[in-house]
């Protein structure tokens, strides 16, 4: 039996003579799809004007019901007669309603990132400067420091016997002063670690600046005193001698000392390996400080009770001093609460 509601759908034949008109175009896009690719855009916006009259704009009448209750019909807000209590509203003091204000931070402040060497830009500018500089410095002068540790276990009598041009010389010189710099580093490293981490200044890099003005200081002052002491007790050979190696020692203690540095700013080395490392490190070059002293100045003499006490006037107590000096200032400069 036939459903009474179904109803046969039309052939395709019978669609097929039903007439196909194009539909209006609803928008621009529309109208800009029926014309040629090579229309002008004086020619798209007559088709436009053409399709799309412009039509009235209606605004809309409804009154304001962001007034004040029981005020009645709104009052124009350009009125400079207006009441202030009228011009404020539920919104006025929302930073959405005004645009041109800050409207400060949403959601809830996440902790700040701690100041570490790795992400200060000052100490990692100066860590690359010295890394790029030690690398240059050992293409220039690799033969001389072969040359310098041969002549610093084997002593000639008489002049000098290693040769020094001015660029070594001045490569030396670099050398110290970054020897200066990385232990002004690893100290002010220690002092944030295990001291403080608070002072009086308002960047903690000048408590650095203080720190390497004072590994300056030392480091000049030992080298006066060595220059005084040996001119007035010794001959000028063995004077110069020494001093050679003594700058060649204070060279070479900053490239030993260079790489534990880089471990602490970038690799979380603890610092208490890192203490234990330096210390080694300063005492194998005391070590090597009293041995070239010895070969120089009193092999000869046997004067073992002399040189105890040259090694103790100019290295110990200088070294004692700078400890305890910078301990007391670093106390100073501390934020105490």
């Known amino acids: 039996m036939q459903d009474s509601i179904y109803v046969e759908p039309p052939s395709i034949a019978a669609l097929d003579l039903v007439p196909h008109t194009p539909a209006k175009p609803q928008t ?41 209750p029981g005020e009645g019909i709104p009052r124009d807000l350009k009125d400079v007669q207006l009441p202030t209590y009228y011009r404020e509203n539920f919104f006025s003091n929302d930073s959405l309603y005004h645009p ?4 400060g931070r949403y959601g809830v402040a996440g902790d700040p990132v701690p100041e570490t060497m790795s992400n200060d830009s000052l ?15 050992f293409s220039r002068i690799s033969g001389f420091i072969g040359r310098q540790i041969k002549d610093f276990f084997y002593v000639q009598k008489g002049e000098h ?16 002063v970054i020897t200066c710099l990385t232990c002004s580093l690893l100290y002010y490293l220690y002092v944030l670690t295990t001291v403080d981490d608070t002072f009086v200044f308002s960047t903690e890099h000048l408590l650095l600046g203080v720190i390497f003005l004072i590994m300056a200081g030392y480091f000049l002052l030992k080298f006066l005193l060595y220059t005084m002491v040996n001119t007035i007790m010794f001959d000028t050979s063995g004077n110069k001698k020494f001093l050679t190696a003594f ?3 204070l060279s070479m203690e900053g490239i030993l000392l260079f790489p534990v540095l880089l471990l602490l ?4 080395f603890p610092i208490q390996a890192a203490a234990v490392y330096t210390f080694l490190v300063v005492f194998f070059f005391k070590f090597l400080t009293f041995y070239k002293t010895y070969v120089i100045f009193f092999a000869q003499k046997a004067f073992y009770v002399q ?22 200032i670093v106390n100073h400069l501390r934020v105490i609460f």
Not at 100 to 103: C, K, P, Q, V
Not at 307 to 322: H, T
């Open 28 to 68: 621009p896009y529309q109208v800009l799809r029926l014309l040629p690719k090579d229309a002008t855009p004086a020619q798209q916006d007559s088709a436009i004007q053409a399709w799309f009259a412009p039509d009235e704009i209606h605004y809309s009448e409804r009154p304001d019901t962001l007034h004040l």
């Open 247 to 249: 700058i060649f020692l």
């Open 307 to 328: 040189i105890i006490l040259y090694f103790c006037a100019l290295e110990m107590v200088p070294l004692l001093s700078l400890w305890g000096g910078l301990a007391v």
């Open 265 to 268: 700013a970038y690799f979380q």
């Open 123 to 137: 100490i990692s500018g100066l860590l690359i400067l010295c890394f790029l500089v030690m690398t240059f410095s």
């Open 100 to 103: 041109e204000l800050d409207g």
């Open 161 to 176: 016997s290693v040769q020094e041009t001015g660029d070594e010389i001045n490569i030396q010189i670099v050398f110290s």
